[in-house]
């Protein structure tokens, strides 16, 4: 059945107020809400004869499925007894234990496994605002590329969540994977490159330039490859100003979904320890964001994003 749910998605715990029932849990999940009712589209429903929902038994996973999502993370997330701020550094560490797993070795087998838990993720942090706070607050400052990685997809998601909240036309699951793959193609950089504790040379940052490109190949190559990780994936290092990489596009040409993960993409890298500097505190790293960089940044998204961290500093 396709239905429709007539209330905002901020009231229940789906993504989308209108979407196909493609699994038991679905189904649970709508018993298990306050809803008194729900609207059937039998216009863009499936017939029965064509597809089945099934129990959802637990499938067998591949051994490598298994080996790149931690044991623990999805049940963290769906525990209701677990406190907020437990909750977070929970979801944090074994977050960064799946991207570090995924990134030596990004087969689609894997890369599917994380698509899927990052959605649970996502889930959670659009659903449980405390939660929410609890991960801005304690982002880590490693800019090893797994860590960068989890960072910038929790920041992302965060802003999409506070830009988008009033709108059901993003698919916030596909966003999540995005900002959390959007580094995927550093995987065919050489990793002396990645790791230099000094200034890259020109031809060096010629191949550093080129992992947008990488990113888009391995997702196609593996078939994970969808509207909003095409677009995250090839523009988080594209300017407002047209001074980014690769294609040097600028002002409304850079995607909205582009425009949010160019400013967690900075920020996070700002804040963080490399061999060469020092972390910057976030206050500092927002005032040299505006005061120094504003430019390469889309105005209204850059203020959101303030307030954003404004808020999570302050509760």
């Known amino acids: 059945m396709y239905i429709n749910l007539p209330t905002s998605w901020m009231s229940h715990s789906f993504i989308k107020n209108k979407f196909l029932i493609t699994s038991r849990s679905q189904i649970d999940k709508i018993i298990q809400s306050s809803l008194k009712e729900i609207k059937i589209d039998t216009s863009l429903g499936k017939d029965l004869i064509d597809e089945v929902i099934a129990d959802e038994p637990s499938p067998s996973v591949p051994e490598t499925v298994q080996k790149v999502v931690p044991e623990g993370l ?33 087969t689609a087998e894997n890369i599917g496994a994380v698509m899927t838990t990052v959605s649970e993720i996502v ?10 706070h609890y991960l801005l607050n304690i982002t880590s400052h490693d ?3 797994y860590t960068h990685s989890v960072n910038v997809g929790i920041l992302s998601i965060s802003l999409a969540k506070a830009l988008y909240r009033k709108s059901d036309n993003h698919d916030m699951h596909a966003l999540g994977s995005g900002f959390f793959l959007h580094d995927l193609g550093k995987t065919r950089i050489d990793q002396s490159i990645i790791n230099k504790p000094g200034k890259l040379t ?45 294609l040097g596009i600028k002002g409304d040409d850079i995607h909205p979904y582009g425009r949010i993960c160019s400013v967690a993409d900075v920020y996070d890298a ?14 500092e790293a927002l005032r ?14 850059f203020e959101r994003f303030v307030l954003l961290l404004a808020a999570a500093e302050k509760t």
């Open 74 to 106: 999805r049940e963290m997330i769906r525990d209701p007894k677990l406190a907020s701020d437990k909750k977070a550094q929970a979801v944090q560490h074994y977050s960064q234990d799946m991207m570090k797993n995924l990134l030596e070795s990004p």
């Open 202 to 246: 020109e031809q060096e940052w010629n191949e550093m330039r080129g992992h947008p490109n990488h990113g888009f190949e391995i997702l196609t190559e593996t078939d994970k490859l969808n509207k909003e990780s095409r677009i995250i994936v090839l523009q988080h290092h594209e300017r407002n100003d047209g001074s980014g990489y690769p």
């Open 123 to 132: 889930d959670l942090i659009v659903t449980d605002d405390d939660t929410n």
């Open 288 to 301: 040299i964001m505006q005061k120094e960089m504003l430019h390469h940044f889309h105005r209204d998204v």
């Open 270 to 283: 700002l804040t963080s320890i490399r061999p060469y500097k020092p972390k910057i505190p976030p206050f």
């Open 143 to 145: 800019f090893a590329t």
